[in-house]
């Protein structure tokens, strides 16, 4: 995903959380880890840090991207892999997904877009591709292409998702053709922003009081 934190975000706002909360091991969190150019990816005692390469999340946008390949997570910033650890064996359920928050902690500030959860672990040149070609929807283009997780353009089987936040009217739809459309969990619900990473299409704007879950 890319994000943009507004001036004023908490400084452990939230991007994104799915799984068990509160279980060690049982939960994939992504937030900011006390200042703006610190990533935390949390699992619940299982927790690994990350540090932007350059510049702050209130400077602009950055792309972080985390993989687990079954033995290894990784964490890359702006398509740099900045930290990686054998980590224990996750068990993420299927109890709660949210987009603004992590699973029980503070909520985020500012702006997400072209969140994607897909079905493997990409490779090192897989993430670098991504960040400089423009995200998920510049960069696919059939079997065999950078994105060929199950054989097609973004078509992910049951394991992921995908938000592209490119217009106000599917701001909170799946298009990974999975059904995870999202809904307002909490707040004033998240708004359609024309700002963004790529040179067209928008972003989901946060407020700070809103998360969002799927359905």
């Known amino acids: 995903f890319w994000a943009k934190a507004a001036e004023g975000c908490n400084t452990h706002g939230g991007w994104i959380g799915y799984g068990k909360p509160s279980v060690n091991g049982g939960a994939n969190n992504f937030r900011l880890h006390g200042n703006y150019a610190t990533i935390w990816n949390y699992w619940y005692a299982r927790d690994v840090g990350a540090t932007l390469p350059g510049g702050n999340f209130t400077d602009g946008w950055h792309h972080v991207v985390g993989t687990y390949d079954g033995t290894t997570r990784r964490l890359y910033c702006d398509g740099v892999l ?22 029980n902690d503070r909520n985020f500030t500012g702006w997400i877009d072209d969140l994607l959860i897909a079905s493997r672990a990409f490779t090192d040149a897989e993430v670098a591709t991504l960040y400089q070609n423009g995200g998920v929807a510049s960069t696919q283009s059939g079997s065999g292409s950078i994105l060929d997780v199950s054989g097609g353009d973004l078509h992910f089987n049951s394991a992921a998702v995908y938000y592209p936040f490119n217009s106000a009217a599917t701001l909170l739809s799946d298009h990974s053709g999975n059904g995870a459309n999202l809904h307002v969990a909490g707040g004033s619900g998240g708004t359609f922003s024309a700002d963004s990473p790529f040179a067209t299409g928008g972003s989901l704007y946060l407020d700070g009081s809103t998360w969002l879950e799927a359905s």
């Open 82 to 103: 900045q930290t990686s650890d054998t980590a224990y064996t996750p068990n993420f359920g299927n109890e709660q997904f949210q987009i603004g928050t992590t699973l």
